[in-house]
């Protein structure tokens, strides 16, 4: 693997530890900025909103930029934003960098993953994904605790000027290390579907396909691109539905003391670690197999940590083994949408980008109802269960229809995932 691509994990790793480290500064900015709790809230919600309209929108965007220039805008842009957000004293001023930094991160992890994929031999897009989804969890593990620990020494906005100075050499590295043009897509650059090359060298609007954005829109077409999508939405709602509730579940329902907290949320954080290393392995010769025991064990790992959470060593042992199954599962399906989407790579990256984050938007919301009617802090673990078991059906159904057709979704997967097969 490109050692670009590793640097383009670290610059992933930084902006990741902007939206995990919020949560544990909320309390500090509602004080300091004379806010209550629910409204210092509403910055991870613009952060989150910012990611979902931002990264279709940024990646559209991008493709009238080579992609190192693209890079760099969006890393600048990202960098000078935290730096709003740590001198302002205004609340609203924050609000709107939030939503600032949240449509760079976008861009940015959008053309990230095209870049990453056109400098990783043709064959090895999921480990070329999972060095990138590597950072985001790598940030889980560090982003909640090490924000927190600055908030309460130095106060939160330590925590935005550590972002920014993070930047500084991610952005050096990109300078220093992403072509000017990723020549590797006229390498690998065999015809994509109708005949489109798979990517382009030139930049500029050319960049990605033949014809630009409107390249890039004709080959997110593909029905099995959308099913993917929601699969990947409904993987990472369910992660997330389960990942926003689990301290509250783990004291009031195993009896782990509040201290254990932070080790706790790295410990999933660690098997998310671990699931994307062990997904990058596998992802690129049989995603098939991976998928569906995945999904499988995936759905009835959170059953089994609804049923026995009372039990401290099962629930401490399911917190790890369950982020290292949402997170294989998850990066494998976006893994499949860029090899899905080979003629708009950094459009499939924009939009994988925003189906991740609708899933962690809608998954804590469907948590939440299920709280607030009553049923109490295993429901979560339920519901999370439930939403794989949907993606499940939805792979399953989606299967048999392409079968009728005469074209079998994992003989298709397979034909492509052969190295040299286009």
Known sequence: MP??????????????????MLSGLLPGIARDLNVSIPAAGLLTSAFAAGMVVGAPLMA?????WSRRFALLAFLVVFLLAHVVGAVTTGYGVLLVSRAVAALANAGFLAVAMATAISLAPPDAK????????????????AGVPGGALLG???????????VALALVPAIVAVLRSVPAEPSAD???GAPADGGEPAGGGTGGAGRGSSGGARGEFRALRRPRLLVLLLLGALVNGATFCAFTYLAPLLTGVTGIGAAWMPGMLALFGLGSFAGVTISGRFADRRPVPLLVSGGVVLAAGWAVFALTAGAPAVAVALVFVQGLLSFAVGSTLISQVLYAATGAPTLAGGFATAALNVGATFGPWLGGLA???????RAPLWVSAALVVLSLAVAGAARLTSA???TPAADQVETELRPGAR
């Open 60 to 64: 559209v965007l991008s493709l009238r």
């Open 3 to 20: 050692f670009a691509v590793y640097l383009l994990g670290l610059a992933v790793f930084a902006q990741g530890t902007s939206e995990f």
């Open 152 to 162: 309460e020494v130095w106060g939160w906005r330590s925590a935005f000027w550590a």
């Open 371 to 377: 709280l607030g009617s009553g049923y109490g802090f």
């Open 404 to 406: 009728n057709t005469g």
């Open 186 to 188: 006229v390498t690998h």
């Open 126 to 141: 999921g480990r070329a994904t999972s060095v990138l989804l590597g950072g985001v969890t790598a940030a889980c593990v």
